[in-house]
Protein backbone atom coordinates (compact mmCIF):
# COMPACT_ATOMS: atom_id res chain seq x y z
CA UNK A 1 0.00 0.00 0.00
CA UNK A 2 2.95 2.36 0.60
CA UNK A 3 4.93 1.84 -2.44
CA UNK A 4 1.29 2.82 -4.66
CA UNK A 5 1.49 5.92 -2.62
CA UNK A 6 4.98 6.50 -3.51
CA UNK A 7 4.34 5.95 -6.81
CA UNK A 8 1.71 8.23 -7.02
CA UNK A 9 3.26 11.09 -5.23
CA UNK A 10 6.43 10.60 -7.65
CA UNK A 11 4.04 10.82 -11.01
CA UNK A 12 2.11 14.23 -9.68
CA UNK A 13 5.32 15.72 -9.23
CA UNK A 14 7.07 14.43 -12.51
CA UNK A 15 3.97 15.18 -14.73
CA UNK A 16 4.21 18.77 -14.67
CA UNK A 17 8.00 18.81 -15.81
CA UNK A 18 6.89 16.25 -18.73
CA UNK A 19 4.23 18.69 -19.83
CA UNK A 20 4.99 20.64 -23.48
CA UNK A 21 6.11 24.64 -23.14
CA UNK A 22 4.54 26.79 -25.41
CA UNK A 23 7.43 27.88 -28.22
CA UNK A 24 8.78 31.38 -28.05
CA UNK A 25 8.85 32.87 -31.39
CA UNK A 26 11.30 35.34 -32.35
CA UNK A 27 11.51 37.43 -35.12
CA UNK A 28 13.51 40.40 -36.59
CA UNK A 29 10.90 43.28 -37.21
CA UNK A 30 12.02 46.24 -35.19
CA UNK A 31 9.26 45.81 -33.03
CA UNK A 32 10.33 42.65 -31.81
CA UNK A 33 14.35 44.09 -31.59
CA UNK A 34 15.60 41.74 -28.12
CA UNK A 35 18.95 44.35 -27.28
CA UNK A 36 19.03 47.61 -26.05
CA UNK A 37 21.66 49.85 -27.38
CA UNK A 38 24.98 49.70 -29.22
CA UNK A 39 27.32 50.94 -27.50
CA UNK A 40 30.88 52.94 -28.28
CA UNK A 41 34.13 54.30 -26.71
CA UNK A 42 35.13 57.89 -28.19
CA UNK A 43 38.75 59.00 -28.14
CA UNK A 44 40.70 61.44 -29.25
CA UNK A 45 42.51 60.36 -32.76
CA UNK A 46 46.40 59.30 -32.85
CA UNK A 47 46.94 62.36 -35.12
CA UNK A 48 45.35 64.73 -32.36
CA UNK A 49 46.35 63.81 -29.33
CA UNK A 50 48.74 65.98 -27.40
CA UNK A 51 46.42 68.97 -28.55
CA UNK A 52 43.21 67.44 -27.35
CA UNK A 53 42.41 64.55 -24.90
CA UNK A 54 39.01 64.32 -25.63
CA UNK A 55 37.19 61.01 -24.39
CA UNK A 56 33.32 60.44 -24.01
CA UNK A 57 30.93 57.84 -24.90
CA UNK A 58 27.89 57.33 -26.74
CA UNK A 59 24.99 54.81 -27.79
CA UNK A 60 22.37 53.94 -30.09
CA UNK A 61 18.92 52.89 -28.98
CA UNK A 62 15.43 52.07 -30.91
CA UNK A 63 12.72 54.90 -30.86
CA UNK A 64 9.53 54.27 -31.91
CA UNK A 65 9.02 50.57 -31.75
CA UNK A 66 12.43 50.15 -33.85
CA UNK A 67 11.17 53.01 -36.80
CA UNK A 68 13.49 55.76 -35.37
CA UNK A 69 16.79 55.73 -33.90
CA UNK A 70 17.85 57.85 -31.16
CA UNK A 71 21.94 58.22 -30.68
CA UNK A 72 23.59 59.95 -27.42
CA UNK A 73 26.98 61.29 -27.40
CA UNK A 74 28.78 62.71 -24.22
CA UNK A 75 32.31 63.62 -23.88
CA UNK A 76 35.10 64.88 -21.49
CA UNK A 77 37.95 66.65 -21.34
CA UNK A 78 37.04 69.44 -23.36
CA UNK A 79 37.88 73.42 -23.97
CA UNK A 80 34.71 74.99 -22.05
CA UNK A 81 32.34 77.03 -24.60
CA UNK A 82 33.36 74.48 -27.77
CA UNK A 83 30.38 73.46 -30.36
CA UNK A 84 30.94 70.45 -31.87
CA UNK A 85 28.84 68.83 -34.63
CA UNK A 86 28.70 65.22 -34.39
CA UNK A 87 28.45 62.80 -37.35
CA UNK A 88 27.05 59.20 -37.41
CA UNK A 89 28.80 56.88 -40.33
CA UNK A 90 29.28 53.34 -41.53
CA UNK A 91 32.49 51.77 -41.07
CA UNK A 92 34.94 52.32 -38.16
CA UNK A 93 36.64 55.23 -37.02
CA UNK A 94 39.20 56.01 -39.79
CA UNK A 95 37.61 54.49 -42.65
CA UNK A 96 35.57 56.76 -42.90
CA UNK A 97 32.01 55.35 -44.49
CA UNK A 98 28.52 57.01 -45.53
CA UNK A 99 27.31 59.23 -43.10
CA UNK A 100 23.77 58.54 -41.83
CA UNK A 101 23.20 61.27 -39.73
CA UNK A 102 24.84 64.50 -38.65
CA UNK A 103 23.70 66.43 -35.97
CA UNK A 104 24.28 70.20 -35.79
CA UNK A 105 23.27 73.83 -34.23
CA UNK A 106 21.02 72.52 -31.18
CA UNK A 107 22.06 69.40 -31.14
CA UNK A 108 25.93 69.71 -31.45
CA UNK A 109 28.11 69.03 -28.56
CA UNK A 110 27.81 72.35 -26.82
CA UNK A 111 31.13 72.07 -24.06
CA UNK A 112 30.33 73.45 -20.47
CA UNK A 113 31.96 75.26 -17.78
CA UNK A 114 33.52 71.80 -16.41
CA UNK A 115 34.59 70.73 -19.77
CA UNK A 116 31.89 68.20 -20.20
CA UNK A 117 29.07 68.18 -23.13
CA UNK A 118 26.24 65.75 -23.97
CA UNK A 119 23.77 65.78 -27.09
CA UNK A 120 21.26 63.12 -28.39
CA UNK A 121 19.15 63.29 -31.31
CA UNK A 122 16.53 61.14 -33.15
CA UNK A 123 16.62 60.30 -36.91
CA UNK A 124 13.54 58.88 -38.95
CA UNK A 125 15.81 54.97 -39.91
CA UNK A 126 14.85 51.74 -38.62
CA UNK A 127 17.04 50.63 -35.96
CA UNK A 128 20.46 49.14 -36.91
CA UNK A 129 20.41 45.15 -36.18
CA UNK A 130 24.10 44.36 -38.01
CA UNK A 131 26.67 46.49 -39.70
CA UNK A 132 29.67 48.57 -38.81
CA UNK A 133 28.67 52.19 -37.07
CA UNK A 134 30.49 55.12 -36.15
CA UNK A 135 30.41 58.60 -34.45
CA UNK A 136 32.99 61.40 -35.03
CA UNK A 137 33.13 64.21 -33.25
CA UNK A 138 34.32 67.20 -35.51
CA UNK A 139 36.14 70.55 -34.14
CA UNK A 140 33.50 72.83 -35.11
CA UNK A 141 31.15 73.94 -37.51
CA UNK A 142 33.72 75.76 -39.81
CA UNK A 143 35.95 73.11 -39.64
CA UNK A 144 34.27 69.62 -40.48
CA UNK A 145 37.43 67.94 -41.73
CA UNK A 146 38.80 67.67 -38.05
CA UNK A 147 38.06 64.50 -36.60
CA UNK A 148 38.68 65.60 -32.50
CA UNK A 149 37.00 62.36 -31.26
CA UNK A 150 35.85 58.47 -32.46
CA UNK A 151 34.07 55.82 -31.92
CA UNK A 152 33.43 52.12 -33.30
CA UNK A 153 29.82 50.85 -31.55
CA UNK A 154 29.48 47.37 -30.43
CA UNK A 155 26.80 45.98 -31.65
CA UNK A 156 24.36 44.59 -29.17
CA UNK A 157 23.29 40.76 -28.83
CA UNK A 158 20.93 40.20 -30.98
CA UNK A 159 19.81 36.70 -29.73
CA UNK A 160 16.98 36.00 -27.08
CA UNK A 161 18.54 34.57 -24.12
CA UNK A 162 18.24 31.09 -23.76
Known sequence: MIRIGHVALVALLVAPACARRPVATISAEPDNVVASRWNANLSTPAAMQGIIQAQGRSWITSADGGRRTRV??????????????????????????????????????SVGR???AKASTEFDRYFPTSGDYMVEVLASSQNTDRVIACGNFAPP??????
Do not use: F, K, Y
Not at 90 to 100: H, K, M
Open 72 to 109: DVELDNMVSGGQHPWVLRTGQCGISGAEVARAEGSNAL
Open 114 to 116: DGR
Open 157 to 162: NMQAPR
